[in-house]
């Protein structure tokens, strides 16, 4: 047992066992977590709130509803909390009173210039202690650790020598910048969770209710089901369809990955890479247009650009993704002769369209929502009407009152790991900005880069999988932006290329191992190692490690740029990247030997640079590669 406690990373980064509250706890659980989400919507929509004060009140309600829905150990009681349990929550509700009474206040008062009263500092304190906690339960030690590590800087980092010294804080001053302004705990991280993130979540889970899942998996089914590897396909592909709304890696993998790893074991597919499959298509949403992440949210906020923008711009190299886990998937299932689905389990299209086609109104309201310039928060409630008015076509996908208190009691459930994690980011970003950190790092990175361009780059991907390794993408991202973003500022680097190129990183984190947390979420399914699922689900993901460096390089994949520009980039790309595919997977037609394969992957990645005349030298090289494999065969058999 030991052994394992020391080895398994997974108990390094372990969180609190979830509860489903029952009996009495239910009753008073659930209607709070009603009351919490009903406060947003109205906050959103109605309400004119001020910033500070609404993201303290959603925070202090979310943290008291975790310290009751998440154990202190992956060992706690599933069923009741503990008596510290309820004595986190009720200071955590304690909190929401006083910010809530108080907030006008602190929403007026002038940081650093009027002192904190002895109350204020210690419900401060109180603030940080819980905010730590609830993050240790519900994302794990790794960003924990990485708080605490930032939170030492701050206060004994004016004991460093050289470039990382920075000025004496006092706790004092700690206090009131980490929780009563809006740099710290209260700050943009926390404040997306309370707006575009809680909205779109929102937006997935009636969808959720509406039996929307369902229609997309059989309409991919549909499609997708009888050809070879059928049900890789359908998970590739129903997996990018639920994911583009969800926004959830985890959520789309438990939800989808449900029915197509067991169906991809009955089929011949080992369990490792069923769960691989399944964790890299469900990944993909989160950076595929139009719902995409939380992640993608902070981004809007951070930089300034309409979220509008960065999803149109986030569409193609998605394309690319999807493209590349396809074509793996095609090439095993006909190198290994894998079936498709017994063709009484496929839906008939026609039958899948009558039955859902009316799904499809949603995204089309988003969508023309994102067009017409509304904020992110206002398009995902558009979204959230319009599913439930498509539900209301069809008996079995009414949504009623009870449905919908479900729904908001749900999406208020899963904002918990979200909230925890944006408000924990928050500390980190205050105490870069109050130590200065974010420059020192850039020249720390300048000085071994010598400000190359692309090693800048690699650094950055780096450093984003590293910090991806112990917290969720959306913290990772927003540190990532903090550390990373002047930097590539000052290089040059188009500011929309830059951050999206950080938020792939941060997305592809939840398949990088040790820590891929959609890969242990597969791994529950599939009932396989975690590491190895993840391991696969890095190589079906590999456009996403590649691609960003060529929208990076050449903004036409953008859209930036004369459109035939654009046009001829995206092929050329999807081309190499079909190619490339093939040569993992050794496909017999096009590189079965390994020269083949080294020759035609060379070309391929030739092709995938934004240089045209690389990309005609590449595309010779991969057509010779082919065709001499062709000539090779032969002779060989």
Known sequence: MARNVFLDPATWFSVGVRRKPTGWLKFVVTPLAVALA???????????????????????????????????????????????????????????????????????????????????????????LLTLEITR??????????????VAYNFFGHLLGGVL??????????????????????????????TYAFMFVMFGVVLYYAKGADFFFDLAASISGGRAGGPAKVAVVSSGMYGMISGSPTADVVTTGSVTIPAMKRLGYSPAV????????????????????????????????????????????ALLYYICIYAQVHFRAVRLKLPGLDPAQIPKFTAAMKQGATFFVPLVVLTVALVY????????????????????????????????????????????????????????????????????????????????????????????????????????????????????????????????????????????????????????IAEDNPITIAAHAVKLSLAAFVVPFVFVFGPELLWKGPLWKTAVTFGSAAIALIVIAAAIERHSAWCHSWWARLVVTAGALCMITPDMRLTAVGAVVVAAGIGANRLWRPAAA
């Open 165 to 194: 010294q920075h000025g004496y804080i006092d706790a004092n001053h700690f206090i009131d910048i980490m929780v009563y302004t809006t740099d710290g705990i209260m700050g943009l991280p926390a404040r997306v969770a309370a």
């Open 373 to 524: 310039g509304y904020t992110a928060t206002m398009v995902a409630i558009f979204g959230a009407i319009a599913v439930v008015i498509v539900s209301w076509f069809r008996r079995d996908t009414r949504l009623g009152p009870v449905e919908l208190w479900r729904a908001l009691a749900e999406t208020t459930f899963r904002m918990v790991p979200v909230a925890g994690a944006t408000a924990a980011a928050g500390l980190v970003i205050a105490g870069i900005t109050m130590t200065g950190l974010a420059s020192k790092f850039a020249h720390v990175v300048y000085a071994i880069t010598s400000a190359n361009h692309f090693f800048t780059l690699v650094v950055g991907g780096m450093l984003t999988l590293i910090l991806g390794c112990g917290m969720p993408t959306p913290s990772a991202y927003i540190l990532a932006a903090v550390l990373m973003g002047p930097l590539m500022n000052q290089l040059g680097v188009d500011v929309l290329a830059g951050q999206l190129f950080l938020l792939y990183f941060a997305v592809m984190s939840a398949v990088t191992p040790p820590v891929a947390v959609a890969a242990y979420a597969a791994a529950s």
């Open 274 to 317: 069923a769960g691989a499959v399944e964790t890299a298509a469900s990944t993909g949403g989160s950076i595929m247009p139009p719902v995409m992440g939380s992640a993608a949210f902070l981004m809007a906020e951070y930089t300034g650009i309409s979220y509008r923008d960065i999803a149109i711009a986030a569409l193609l190299p």
């Open 38 to 128: 009903v406060y947003v919507i109205v906050a959103a929509t109605v309400l004119i709130v001020a910033p500070w004060e609404l993201t303290a009140i959603f925070l202090c309600g979310i943290v008291g509803l975790a310290f009751l829905g998440v154990g202190a150990t992956p060992n706690s009681d599933p069923e009741s909390p503990s008596v510290l349990d309820y004595a986190f929550a009720l200071a955590s509700f304690a909190m929401l009173v006083y910010f809530a009474v108080n907030s006008q206040g602190f929403v007026d008062r002038i940081a650093l210039l009027n002192p904190l009263s002895t109350v204020e500092f210690v419900f401060g304190i109180l603030m940080v």
């Open 137 to 150: 339960r519900t994302t794990g030690l790794g960003l924990t650790v990485v708080v605490l590590i930032f």
